[in-house]
């Protein structure tokens, strides 16, 4: 129940609520010595908060309120107010109240925020989990003294996470526990659908998974110029993401030539008959038909159309794959993505007539594209022919060239259209 007496902190909260910045007027602080000084106090005030919170949450956990109410501490704190990251943060502290004394009156004090307190807790729990046999007293009071120091020193969460992770390297390889490095046990992977459906990844793994990673995407992670020879318009990161789907293309073209392991993951797309949303994908839910599109280019993909009560009436074709011969003779036709040059192994193989729109699987009818092209072409306005002369030609969008001259292919990017005729 809320405690609805006047307190001593309602009055200090009314208090701080009144207060306003030194000047409205820049020219009365020139300096802004006056500001900086009232600033600095807002800071103080700001890590006295944080002290405050964590110590009022332990206090709250010890009599299991949130236990009580069918909840947890975390989710008690964020219905109170709190972010979720500040409410992790803040439940985090609180289980280490008491163990942590130094730090602990470095806090009261101000002199360090949440951010740098909740990184010494974890500090120290890294240590103690790299130990074989528990911490002594003695050792304890060490190796919370040094991550104090670092803190006390200037040094940020991230470099005292990283000095106690070295802590605890050195200690597992002088006496026989396992560096951070290799304890899969610490290893997490997650996924989350946005509202805009968008999927945000996190992962932690050990240091030999993560340098497979980091090595297969950096080696997918190259610039492409695009048709008129310009520089890659993309930033490293989308670059680095494109670099993702390559590799999982890949991947599921050689999940596909195992016949002895799992069969190949199949794409769903649901299609209401009453011709509302135009498609739903299983896990991250309505997409467009322009993507619906570009999905029936390469990978298995299977429509499914259903009623009001999301019963399937009708099963669409599932076989619209290029087969091996006819990919290997497009890519002896083609080289490379026909737009940006990218490699073989980094491209589909795209329906010049949608398959959708029962476009023929042959060599007529198809093309290699990499992922990012094979986005602009069904996003972007970018539309493809295929010539008299049996190659496939790009028509760039009316924003790009007004006339939307024909452009070939990236292997023939030295002819003309007039020079064919």
């Known amino acids: ?31 802004g010595a006056t500001t900086y ?19 009022h949450t332990a206090d709250l956990d010890r009599p299991g309120v949130a236990e009580r109410a069918g909840s947890t501490i975390k989710k008690l704190l964020i219905e109170m107010g709190l972010p979720p990251a500040a409410a992790v943060r803040a439940a985090r502290i609180a289980d280490s109240v008491g163990t942590l004394g130094k730090v602990e009156d470095c806090a009261a004090d101000g002199r360090l925020s949440g951010e740098v ?19 002594s007293d003695d050792d304890h009071r060490v190796y ?33 526990g396992i560096p951070a490095s ?13 509202d805009d459906n968008r999927v945000e990844i996190r992962g932690n793994l050990t240091q030999t998974v993560g340098e497979k990673f980091i090595a297969m995407i950096d080696e997918r992670s190259v ?5 008129d020879g310009s520089p890659d318009q993309r930033s490293a990161t989308q670059i680095r993401a494109d670099a993702l789907e390559v590799l999982l293309d890949q991947a599921a073209v050689g999940a596909a030539m195992d016949t002895i392991g799992a069969p190949r993951t199949q794409t769903l797309l649901t299609i209401p008959a009453d011709g509302g949303d135009p498609a ?23 429509e499914v159309i259903i009623d009001g009560e999301t019963v399937p009436l009708e099963m669409g074709r599932e076989r619209r794959l290029f087969p091996p011969h006819l990919r290997r003779a497009i890519i002896i036709r083609d080289q490379y993505c026909i737009k940006c040059g990218a490699p073989p192994s980094h491209t589909q193989c795209h329906h010049i007539e949608h398959w959708s729109d029962d476009g023929d699987t042959e060599l007529d009818n198809g093309c290699m594209l990499c992922q990012r092209c094979h986005t602009q072409v069904h996003h972007n306005g970018w539309d493809i022919v295929m010539g008299f002369d049996r190659h496939p030609w790009l ?6 060239d007004p006339r939307r001259r024909p452009l070939p292919a990236y292997n023939r990017r030295t002819m003309r259209l007039d020079d064919a005729a």
Do not use: Y
């Not at 020193?153 to 390297?169: L, V, Y």
């Open 1 to 31: 129940m809320i405690n609805t007496h006047p307190t001593p902190l309602d009055a200090i909260l009314d208090q701080l609520v009144e207060i306003t910045p030194p000047t409205d007027d820049p020219t009365d602080d020139p300096t």
């Open 37 to 55: 000084s009232q600033l600095s106090r807002w800071i103080l005030l700001r890590n006295l908060a944080d002290h405050k919170i964590g110590t």
């Open 117 to 135: 307190v909740d990184a010494i807790v974890r500090g120290m729990a890294v240590i103690e989990k790299r130990s074989p046999t528990a911490l």
């Open 144 to 176: 919370e003294t040094g991550l104090l120091a670092q803190a006390l020193s200037g040094a940020t969460p991230t470099e005292i996470q990283k000095h106690a992770q070295t802590i605890g390297n050195t200690i597992a390889d002088d006496e026989g």
């Open 182 to 194: 290799d304890d899969r046990s610490l290893d997490t992977l997650s996924h989350n659908v946005t």
């Open 223 to 227: 610039p492409r110029p695009e048709p």
């Open 280 to 302: 739903l994908l299983p896990w991250t839910g309505s997409i467009t038909q322009a993507t619906a599109r570009r999905l029936s280019c390469d990978g298995t993909f299977t």
């Open 395 to 400: 028509i760039p969008p009316a924003d790009i």
